[in-house]
């Protein structure tokens, strides 16, 4: 079966880093998301990734290496508006998108 | 990115009615996809809404129970049809403008409660 794996929830400090780590086992691969959901909002998206490494976007960087099926989100220079849940999900071989539970990211003072 | 809006926000419903929801594109649209999402729960895909034909049902949605219209390329309607307790959720429309890489765009969402 298809599977996706994040934490449940992690908790960080103001102005500290985080890595929001996804690991997967789907049926063929054609791509990364990661996306932002703030609590009573919609998604947003924040990355894409299908190729090997580290794609930088200002202080949300997003990896990959697809001979783990291992992604991280890192987020540098935490501020409170960063409180959301972060969803993983993966283009699978037929471009159906496999959604993570999503990470529940608590920024505290 | 396309800006996606979705009516009623929110709703609560008795059991046994239905009620249609409805998603506008600003723009022209490939696909467009229907989610519900549980609180706290991962997006589970109910079927994508195809424009000029039937809907793609995902294993476990029903066309009698979640009908689905797309009568153009900016537009879509799910209706929960015969509506239990169990249908409580926040229905997500989304969308994608180009190829089958691009990233999705949501709609706000739709909070239905089911009495």
């Known amino acids: 079966g298809q599977n996706i794996d994040q934490p449940t929830e992690m908790t960080a400090t103001e102005g500290a880093i985080v890595q929001i780590n996804c690991t997967y086992q789907t049926s063929g691969f054609n791509g990364l998301f990661w996306y932002q959901q703030h609590a009573g909002e919609a998604p947003t998206f924040l990355s894409y990734?299908?190729l090997d490494g580290l794609e930088e976007k200002g202080r949300f960087s997003s990896f990959l290496s697809r001979s783990k099926g291992y992604s991280y989100l890192l987020l540098k220079e935490l501020q409170m508006k960063d409180s959301a849940s972060y969803l993983c999900a993966v283009l699978d071989s037929n471009y159906q998108l496999i959604w993570g539970a999503g990470t529940k990211l608590i920024i505290k003072p | 990115s396309a800006v996606i809006s979705q009516k009623p926000s929110r709703d609560i419903c008795q059991r046994g009615t239905s009620l249609t929801i409805q998603c506008q594109v600003d723009s022209q649209v490939t696909m467009m996809f229907w989610y519900r999402q549980q609180p706290g729960q991962s997006l589970t895909l109910i079927a994508t809404?195809?424009?000029?034909?039937?809907?793609?049902?995902e294993s476990g949605f029903v066309i009698d129970k979640f009908p689905i219209s797309r009568p153009n390329l900016t537009f879509s309607t799910l209706t929960v049809s015969n509506m239990s307790p169990e249908d409580s959720s926040i229905y997500l429309c989304?969308?994608?403008?180009?190829?089958?890489?691009?990233?999705?765009?949501f709609g706000p969402g739709t909070r239905l409660t089911v009495l």
């Open positions: 989304s969308s994608k403008r180009g190829g089958d890489m691009d990233e999705q765009f």
């Open positions: 990734n299908v």
């Open positions: 809404a195809n424009q000029g034909s039937e809907a793609t049902y």
